[in-house]
């Protein structure tokens, strides 16, 4: 079955990415915060937050996700600074037993579909919304074995416990991974970074308009191909950039339906918008078809 891609993956895609583009034109938007330095040379480093995710309060109970009865979970963000991506990872207690887990069928039937010891089953809390200090999200749907497959049974959620917590914190205008190990309770922030805003110099994202958010990140860019993802976008939003994509050419070939916008140009770049409101995303495709 298709793995759900969490942010902690688009995130270190962009990281690569970052490198590739070094010196390559990459651009980021005009909210990404950045200062440069006052002899007009270098960027100066951004001072690396100190986050502690002990202090998210988060919750698992049972709850209806697109009328589905379902494991579901919130948090709500005590820390000083802007949660990107929540990925809660659980794992089977070192107590339960085999015979414990196969007394569920959802388990037993997904260990068979994964092809593994059904001891080695886990579950993820994962949303990709944007959380601001002080807020909090609620009934966002937990999944099964890393796949995109709802986890329903909550009787057996007490045969889990909690292992790593792995988050996005946003920190003038940066990107920063933060980790919170279960096992020693203690929270450690990765070296990894990247701008909260980058969008590209290529030809192919120059026929395409700038997006208007706060979060993109480049997942993939060459000369025929480019995608990004932008992350705390709402619907409104969304349809502005559907709405800017087709005053900007892309009105041939169209196939538009909910969340969805499909459409090329005059040149035979196809661009593809998709929409995620359960996780406030904006997926961006463009792709130039070959010439003999």
């Not at 590739?20 to 915060?33: I, K, L, Q, R, V």
């Not at 049972?62 to 929540?86: L, Q």
């Not at 889990?160 to 003038?172: K, Q, Y």
Request: aromatic letters at 10%.
């Amino acid at each position: 079955m298709k793995k759900r891609l969490t942010f902690a993956l688009a995130f270190a895609l962009a990281l690569v990415m970052g490198i590739a583009m070094t010196g390559c034109g990459s651009g980021s938007g005009s909210d990404s915060g950045s200062d440069s330095g006052s002899d007009g040379g270098s960027l100066a480093p951004a001072a690396k937050p100190s986050v502690d995710l002990s202090q998210l309060e988060w919750n698992v109970e049972s709850g209806i996700v697109d009328g589905v009865r379902a494991v579901v979970f919130g948090f709500t963000n005590n820390t000083d600074y802007e949660i990107v991506d929540f990925d809660l990872e659980f794992k089977v207690k070192d107590d339960v037993t085999n015979e414990q887990l196969e007394a569920s069928s959802e388990l037993k039937e997904k260990a068979s579909d994964m092809d593994h010891d059904i001891g080695e089953i886990t579950f993820s809390a994962i949303t990709h919304k944007c959380v601001a200090p002080g807020d909090s999200v609620e009934n966002c749907v937990c999944n099964l074995d890393g796949t995109i497959q709802y986890y329903t049974d909550f009787d057996s959620y007490e045969l889990f416990e909690p292992d790593m917590l792995t988050a996005v914190v946003a920190s003038d205008g940066k990107l920063y991974a933060a980790y919170y190990d279960f096992a020693s309770g203690k929270t450690t922030m990765g070296d990894e970074t990247e701008d909260a805003y980058t969008w590209s110099d290529s030809a192919i994202a120059k026929a395409l308009p700038k997006p208007d958010v706060r979060y993109l990140m480049i997942t993939s860019d060459d000369e025929d191909y480019l995608s990004a993802e932008a992350y705390g976008v709402s619907e409104d939003t969304f349809e502005a950039y559907v709405a800017a994509c087709k005053e900007n050419g892309f009105d041939q070939d169209v196939d538009e339906y909910d969340g969805n916008y499909t459409a090329k140009n005059a040149d035979g770049i196809e661009v593809d918008v998709s929409y995620i409101s359960s996780d406030d995303q904006m997926y961006i495709t463009a792709d130039k078809e070959e010439t003999e």
